[in-house]
């Protein structure tokens, strides 16, 4: 899309070791504010993490006393012109078996332009420390945060975002041309030929104050809170429970499996359930 | 597949994981199969489905049964229980894992495969993305990758499905002399196109 590409070639510019995290759509682009948390569920797999999810929660909602946000620090404005304009030309000829002939030619160009003012909007580090010192988890927990902990999820708040100063226009164009003839042999000649071009303007507005690209650090939930700004790949926001339903229906699936023994294992394992449960 | 096995982050260490991840859709009745290919098509065109689908899936392997659930996630979700609503842990587990592969992919990515899906071109495009992954290995290298002409198809250009699927993933694209230029951010995206790709080609074998 054509916002995607624009936040795509800023980052290319500001951002070269890859620290921010794109906003993936114009209609997202209000949702990743400074303080704010996300949700992100454990990954089912090794190779890829699931997006970050807005939980419509900030920090101070779930720490006490009850205080606004405090300020932010600004750096810029980062002025940011982005104009391309390509142009690919090929032809292609065959002459087949039968003496016939097919012959075309094609080119396609594409242009992009935008040109924006930006800024960076982060929390000062002392600010974290302030927080962490001087405020403690609201109870009873945010509802929010006892789903969120229940299903296991990992919870982050941003803490930097790349932001647009002013309303800015992005325009993307594509143009295709092409031509072609071709005669077919035979008993009756068969020949023709043709041309066309098709063309597509795409145009976006972007308003001001929306957010391209964010930074976050991970929330450590225990007894206390913390905030983890080089997370390891196995931190968790919260700490898994000890007992639970999985390591039971892990036992049972592989008993009923090794024995065949299903209705008086189905009923060790309801009873086993309801202990761990209680 | 993902806590029980050592993986190696690399092609094959994503190949066996999908396949490990899928194992169990060769088992897959043919008109079951059509009847998830045409519902997940329809899950792909509508994000809210999608996701609520996910979230009661993953409560549902949590505690074994799914309640009923509207519109399409509703009617894929069918296809997975039992008469007493009992999930069949067989299927849920490997639809589950498609679910997150697709959720890590963008909307445009979503619309490009239920169209995908409608047609039955997936396997050219799970090709090429495999060929894509294999050859940039190291993946936390930048890189050129040429990309095979054979698997490109005719239209190979901007507005080729192929090429839109590989430029929401984060990377960068030329025409001329087919080539990708690899990004590391670029890794998480493009294997979940893969494993995407792959899972619901194997639905399509089954169908």
Known sequence: SAFVGVVRSV???????????????????????????????????????????????????????????????????????????????????LATPGEGKISGGAAVSGSSSASMNMCTLHVDPNTWEAMHRERRLRQPEHKILQQLRSRGDNIYVVTEV???????????????????????????????????????????????????AFRVAQLVIDSDWDIIFFPEKKQRTFQPPTTGHSPIRGTRSWLQQSLGLSSILESIYNHLRFLTDG | ASTECTVTENFQGLQAEVEASSRELVRLERDLSQHLLKDLGRVLLDQPALQ?????????????????????????????????????????????????????????????????????????????????????????????????PGLLGSSWGEEAPAWVLLEECGLELRVDAPHVCWDPKAQGPTCALYASLALLSRLIQQS
């Open chain 2, 52 to 148: 609520a689908l996910e979230e009661l899936l993953e409560e549902g392997l949590y505690c074994g049964r799914a309640e009923p659930l509207d519109g399409p996630a509703g009617a894929v979700l069918e296809c997975l229980v039992l008469p007493n609503r009992e999930l069949v842990q067989e299927l849920a587990v490997p639809i589950f894992y498609l679910l997150g592969a697709l959720t890590a992919l963008s909307e445009i990515q979503h619309t490009l495969l239920a169209e995908a899906l409608e047609t039955r071109t997936l396997s050219g495009q799970l090709e090429l993305v495999g060929s894509l992954l294999e050859k940039s290995v190291p993946w936390e290298k930048h890189s050129s990758v040429s990309l095979p």
């Open chain 1, 11 to 93: 980052l290319r510019e500001l951002d070269h070791k890859g620290e921010l995290i794109p906003v993936d759509s114009l209609r997202n682009s209000t949702s990743f504010r400074p303080y704010c948390l996300l949700g992100r569920r454990p990954s089912s797999s090794w190779f890829w993490r699931p997006p970050y999810k807005c939980v419509n929660l900030s920090i101070k909602d779930i720490l006490e006393p009850d205080a606004p946000e405090p300020g932010l620090q600004c750096s810029g404005p980062f002025q940011f012109c982005d104009a391309v304009d390509g142009l690919m030309q090929g032809s292609v000829g």
């Open chain 1, 162 to 212: 790349l932001q647009t100063q002013k309303e800015m226009e992005v325009t993307r164009t594509h143009k295709q041309e092409g031509s072609g003839q071709f005669v077919l042999p035979g008993a009756m000649c068969v020949q023709g030929e043709g041309q066309g071009h098709r063309s597509q303007k795409k145009t976006i507005t972007i308003p001001s104050g929306s957010i391209l």
